[in-house]
Antibody, heavy 124, light 111 residues
């Protein structure tokens, strides 16, 4: 069975950093692009970033560009999100997701597998 | 303000048919990009419901169907059941933003 498990969330002060991790299982990790999607409390889904199999092509939402960095380690079947200069508006549940098809980030593809999410709270 | 516009809420009685619209523009749905749909229960991760405008992943009941026309897409649910009560989101790609875009979500209430 295909699984994604996120970790690394927590409470952090504004301006500080946090690194999220996501481990995949049940599929060939480097055959697929991976994405981060977040959901603020009581709000809708917001795409954050997508990364290709070899980490060459990486896309970011304007809201996080320059502050967040996405990376992956295919040997560990893992996806990461380094979040710097955190703001209160970054408070959300962060989901790791698998692109349905393709090993490069293609925003027109669907996201067929989702982790359970990890919560990030930015507050002083 | 989401790039894709969905009604905040829809409702229907058991057994009825409901539709949820997803309205975009010429830089996303209207440019030909596929629309996908997700179902989310409270406290749970979204579930992949419809892909490529009208295709159902394995295990999704055929009561759920999707369509797309012009700059809009729709999710239809027939034979409404109490267990369908959830939030529904559409998703596509926007060439102006160069990124994935979601609708604001629609809360379905089964009366």
């Amino acid at each position: 069975e295909v699984h994604l498990v996120e970790s690394g969330g927590g409470l952090v002060q504004p301006g500080r950093s946090l690194r999220l991790s996501c481990e995949g299982s049940g599929f060939t990790f480097d055959d697929f692009a991976m994405h981060w999607v977040r959901q603020a409390p009581g709000k809708g889904l917001e795409w954050v970033s997508g990364i290709g199999w070899n980490s060459i092509n990486i896309d970011y939402a304007d809201s996080v560009k320059g502050r967040f960095t996405t990376s992956r380690d295919n040997a560990k079947n893992s996806l990461y999100l380094q979040m710097n200069s955190l703001r209160p508006e970054d408070t959300a549940l962060y989901y790791c997701t698998k692109q349905t098809l393709g090993d490069e980030p293609q925003g027109y593809q669907g996201l067929d597998v989702w982790g359970q999410g990890t919560t990030v709270t930015v507050s002083s | 303000q989401s790039v894709l516009t969905q009604p905040p809420s829809v409702s229907g009685a058991p057994g009825q048919r409901v539709t949820i619209s997803c309205t975009g523009s010429n830089s996303n749905i209207g440019e030909g990009y596929d629309v996908h749909w997700y179902q989310q229960f409270p406290g749970k991760a979204p579930k992949f419901l419809i892909y490529g405008n009208s295709n159902r992943p394995s295990g999704v009941p055929d009561r759920f169907s999707g369509s797309k026309s012009g700059t809009s897409a729709s999710l239809a649910i027939t034979g409404l059941q109490a267990e369908d009560e959830a939030d529904y989101y559409c998703q596509s790609y926007d060439s102006s933003l160069s990124g994935v875009v979601f609708g604001g979500g629609t809360k379905l209430t089964v009366l």
